[in-house]
């Protein structure tokens, strides 16, 4: 997904470095919507990002209750015997 990012900016940079000086009003145009096409995109990645977070917060949790409980049982587990 960084990748994907990083080539999604690298993009735009090459293009708006294409428009270079050219002030015609389609070139300006075409900029303009070059722009907020890109925009639109990094807004997507950023739901994505936020939506993986969510869910890898949710995981992280369940891991941390999953070890507390291993830990609590096997704190009370009798010295030498199974838990």
């Not at 428009?19 to 995109?41: P, S, V």
């Not at 807004?43 to 917060?57: F, I, P, T």
């Amino acid at each position: 997904m960084a990748a994907g990012l990083a080539a999604l900016i690298d993009d735009h940079r090459a293009a708006v470095a294409a428009f270079g000086a050219d002030t015609r009003d389609d070139t300006l145009k075409r900029a303009a919507d070059k722009i907020r096409t890109t925009r639109l995109k990094v807004e997507g990645y950023a739901e994505l990002l936020a939506d993986q977070k969510v869910r890898l917060d949710r995981e992280l949790e369940a891991a941390r209750d999953d070890l507390r409980r291993t830990v609590e049982r096997l704190a009370v587990a009798p010295a030498g015997g199974r838990p």
